[in-house]
């Protein structure tokens, strides 16, 4: 966010104390342009990278309306390590969350994602953990735990249906 801030401070800096002209309609241009790249990032960080709705998982990995992954693609989710993907913070690792998918999923292997946010490919995606809330061990327990309790009445209903045809 230090460049919209920049444009920003530079804006306001301009703007208000010229006479009317051009250069004061450039500080204000330059001021809007910064105030509105500053909302945009605040948004996004507020965002979460993963939600549950109506038998979807909901992946923000990119820009525009998330991903809609149906939850009974999804086979787990555990913890990995890798670089922390935020410019110069040298050679620092992160937590990042790795869910599989399930293999017969064939049009799910591979999606574009916003390189910054993870990684989508070979039917696993990847969560960069600098972007989203602490990884732990005890979160990617409950994501697993709240995944098994999702896809369950589907694992009943098929032993169900195969068990009797009728």
């Given amino acids: 966010m230090a460049l919209p801030a920049a444009l920003l401070i530079v804006g306001l800096a301009i703007g208000p104390w010229q006479p009317a002209g051009l250069l004061r309609a450039v500080g ?3 001021a809007a342009i910064g105030a509105l790249l500053i909302c945009l990032f605040v948004w996004q ?3 979460p990278r ?3 709705e109506a ?3 909901l992946l923000y990995l990119r820009s525009g309306p998330p991903i ?3 939850v009974e693609l999804v086979q787990c989710a555990f913890l990995s390590a890798g670089p922390t993907q935020v410019p110069g913070s040298g050679e620092r690792r992160t937590a990042n969350l790795v ?3 399930d ?3 064939a049009d799910w292997a591979n999606v574009a994602v ?3 946010l993870g990684r989508w490919s070979d039917g696993y995606i990847t969560v960069h953990g600098a972007w989203c809330e602490p990884l732990t061990l005890d979160a990617v327990q409950r994501l697993n735990l709240r995944l098994h309790e999702l896809n369950q009445p589907a694992v009943e209903s098929s032993t169900t249906q195969k068990v009797n045809p009728s």
Wanted: proline share 8%; net charge positive.
């Fill in 114 to 116: 916003k390189p910054a």
């Fill in 103 to 105: 293999e017969k999923a």
């Fill in 45 to 47: 960080c507020r965002q």
């Fill in 50 to 52: 993963m939600a549950y």
């Fill in 28 to 30: 204000w241009v330059l």
């Fill in 55 to 57: 038998g979807h998982l």
């Fill in 68 to 70: 809609r992954l149906p």
């Fill in 99 to 101: 869910i599989r998918l």
